[in-house]
């Protein structure tokens, strides 16, 4: 063939970091198939859909069944009923929402890269250790990635002031975060908040692991004032609703929103979307919906409140052995300082070894997490039970 290729890919490593994962587990166990493996490594969930999420569905794909009911093509951004689903569930954190705002997709995940679309040539400001969607969707598309680097000392969650040059960018930020657990207070936002307003800069905001806070925290960067001038939120119903399966997601572009030359972000994402995307099938929105009505909501945070206990017995674990972490409370990830100095492979390596556990090495989210290494809290009781004793056994 004559044809070329992008090769911003050539600045991408080879595989993304959980097929990854996924093939050295696969060899393992094609080693050792007597190895009982207890997977802690990808945040995907465990429990199955809520009652009243799957009696959506049903109901929802029974219409599709019968010529009265049956519809075609969803709305480009979603139909009306989960919109208001999704705007009363921010009245809850006291924001409002116009639903020309949401934009209903399959997953935060899709959102997260695709919004480089609409984006030109900016400086980009990613915090490391983060989720790689950020830095790989950006390298694709050929954009100057800076970094700015979560630590020990700044609780893994670094501020403004640690961008040495002060001028306009694209700012990455995921709070609670993955994979360090560790989340933004009021402040500390605010003050992110006001650095984006003061310099021109855009935030784009991944709250996929909101309904873990149980502190006194900021649930949607619409909390602080002035953010819908400043900042593009991306959420998620697989870690709330335990829909990794299921698919569904959305994304608010307030009105507010202009570039430097008065651009609508708004608009050009509905553009982006009517062009690339056809939207989600209609069961999976009622199901999404059915998940943040009332009696969805109490069954959905029964779910939380499982991976919440799992998150807890992990963490007794390094507590009682000394070892430093981050997360664990208002997040289903932990965040564990390797012990003896090990690079994370190489725990990674160690615990898939001796103690038949798979996590997920820092270092893969970013040169910060390097040393460091990812325990999810999504297992099932019994196996996370199991990784609490053989944890106890190897530290
Ligand atoms: C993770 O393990 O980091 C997440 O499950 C990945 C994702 O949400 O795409």
Redesign the pocket.
């Known amino acids: 063939m004559n044809i070329k290729v992008n090769d911003n890919f050539k600045n991408i490593k080879e595989t993304y970091l959980?097929s990854e994962i996924a093939s050295r587990v696969r060899a393992y166990k094609e080693a050792h198939p007597e190895a009982d493996l207890i997977r802690l490594g990808?945040?995907?969930v465990t429990l199955p859909l809520a009652p009243v999420v799957v009696k959506a569905m049903q109901d929802a794909s029974a219409e599709m069944g019968v010529k009265e009911t049956f519809r075609g093509y969803p709305p480009e951004s979603g139909y009306e009923f989960l919109k208001q689903a999704v705007s009363d569930r921010y009245s809850t954190f006291g924001v409002s929402l116009d639903l020309s705002e949401i934009f209903i997709s399959d997953g935060a995940?899709s959102d997260i890269g695709n919004l480089v679309d609409i984006l030109g040539e900016n400086d980009i400001v990613i915090p490391d250790p983060v989720?790689p969607v950020y830095v790989d969707s950006n390298l694709m598309n050929g954009n100057r990635i800076s970094i700015i680097s979560g630590s020990k000392e700044n609780g893994f969650l670094p501020m403004p002031d640690s961008i040495t040059e002060k001028k306009s960018a694209v700012i990455y930020i995921c709070s609670p975060n993955?994979?360090t657990g560790a989340a933004y207070n009021r402040d500390q936002l605010k003050e992110w908040v006001e650095y984006a307003l003061e310099t021109g800069s855009l935030i784009i905001y991944d709250s996929?692991y909101e309904a873990f806070v149980v502190d006194d925290l900021p649930h949607s960067i619409y909390e602080i004032e002035g953010a819908e001038r400043c900042a593009i939120e991306v959420c998620s119903f697989?870690k709330f609703a335990g829909f990794t399966g299921v698919r569904c997601g959305w994304t608010i572009v307030p009105q507010a929103l202009k570039a430097e030359d008065g651009t609508s972000l708004n608009k050009m994402w509905f553009r982006r979307q009517a062009t690339k995307f056809n939207g989600v099938s209609y069961p999976v929105q009622r199901a999404a919906q059915a998940a943040l009505s009332e009696e969805g909501m109490v069954q959905c945070m029964e779910n939380i409140e499982y991976y919440r206990k799992n998150a807890a017995l992990l963490a007794d674990v390094f507590d009682s052995k000394g070892v430093f972490y981050t997360g664990g409370r208002n997040s289903p990830y932990i965040w564990l300082e390797c012990p003896d100095n090990m690079g994370s492979w190489e725990f990674f390596d160690k615990l898939l070894n001796e103690a038949h556990i798979v996590g997920t090495p820092g270092e893969g989210f970013g040169e910060a997490g390097e040393g460091f290494f990812r325990i999810t809290a999504f297992g099932t009781r019994e196996s996370t039970e199991e990784a609490c004793r053989r944890l106890a056994g190897i530290l």
Do not use: E, V, W
């Open positions: 959980f990808i945040g995907d995940k989720y993955n994979p996929a697989s």
